[in-house]
């Protein structure tokens, strides 16, 4: 039993490790253990919970992708601590972190632990009305704002919510890029009925980050059937973008004529109370005393992104509970100087010189269209490596290598993936590369 889970642990942790650079690995998962193997749940411990905040945060999507990898769609893990942090005793139950084949919404992401404040009023109470009458309130609801505004959260606020209260209902949330894959491989292998299905039958549709659809009419026909097909049967579709509709016409001319009853609300940057507020709630769930001080200190610095917010605050954290020193503004400042400052930083740029350095071709040449064998091989490498070592999504790689389509990024990973296994030769010089990157 416990052998089978630590051998299933290390199986997943080895494709996770091939993803990521060492350092990042070594922080986050070389102390972490299988423990049990049950009903098809793995439990895994880490030394503390502010492990599996940051994990779940980070790695979310490639922590899905190794257990699938690994376990095929069966598998789902359940992340324990150690170790309670904090001053008082309490009881902390472990936390199921996948959940393959359901709702695929975060736990964690609730109206109790989401901060209101001047700047998301009205997409907070928008959201709730929506949770509160699903199908009923505002149809579709469409979210936007910045990169780690609260969006995701809020949109996953109003699913949670309906799954407890209202059982019988069909939630289903997905990123617009998911959509995308999905519907691209429905059209090759003619199986649009099973997209269909899948999408047609939820009483909820969450969409995450439409803006991937920008640009795709062909796509975006097709989803907007989808959200035609609900909206006609009164079922509640919510839409996030993290560009205001008006930017896309097509997108606003039909949320705005076909979509009568919908609602466009978008969040803004935090405020410094409402920062404040946000650091005492997280530090309050991880039964953490905060000085004030250095609430402060984060919150005046760190400005127009929660999740970085909450990354210096775990940051912070992990490393006094690991060294036994006690969260105080110095600790703070040595954090945010290691988050922000000038620390060896993995952009794409450096991975696209690492790739030329070892192929021997200019930037031009992989960003163009020219396509021979040796040129393609290495154009292909850089798009997995950026994929793999940034997590940047398909559009975006796709738009860096001069606006390729995103199903030839897709492509090129597939293609690197089973070259990486096949062949030992290539195996050894991507992996020359990606230790070069890794400095
Ligand atoms: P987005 O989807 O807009 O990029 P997320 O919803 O992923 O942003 O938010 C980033 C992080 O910040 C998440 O961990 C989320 O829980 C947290 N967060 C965002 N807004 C709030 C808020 N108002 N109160 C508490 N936490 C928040
Ligand atoms: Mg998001």
Known sequence: MGNSAKSTWKNILGVIQERINSQSFNTWFSSSQGVELKDDVLLVEFPNSFFIDWIEEHYYSILEEAVEQVNGNKLRLAFKAVKQQGDRPRKKKKRLILSHNETKLQERYTFESFVVGGNNEFAHAAALAVAEAPGEAYNPLFLYGGVGLGKTHLMQAIGNFVHRQY????????????????????????????????????????????????????????????????YVQGKQVIITSDRPPREILTLEERLTSRFQGGLVVDLQPPDLETRIAILRKKAEAENVALPSKVSYYIASRVKSNIRELEGCLIRLLALSSLSGQSVTEQLAEEVLKDLLGSTHRITKQMILKNVIDEFGFSEAELKGKK????????????????????????????????????????????????????DVEYYQQIQRITNRING
Request: hydrophobic content about 40%.
């Open 167 to 230: 059982k019988h209902l069909n939630v289903l949330y997905t990123q617009a890029e998911n959509i995308m894959t999905e519907l691209i491989e429905a059209i090759q292998k003619n199986q649009q009925m099973a997209y269909k299905r899948k999408y047609r039958t939820k009483d909820i549709l969450l969409i995450d980050d439409i803006q991937f659809l920008y640009g795709k009419e062909r796509l975006q026909e097709e989803v907007f059937h989808t959200f035609n097909y609900l």
């Open 371 to 422: 396509r021979t064998q040796k040129l393609a091989l290495a154009r292909q490498t850089s798009m997995y490596l950026i994929r793999t070592m940034l997590n940047l999504s398909l559009a975006e790689i796709g738009t860096f290598f001069g606006g390729k389509d995103h199903s030839t990024v897709i492509h090129a990973i597939g293609k690197i993936e089973n070259l990486r296994k096949s």
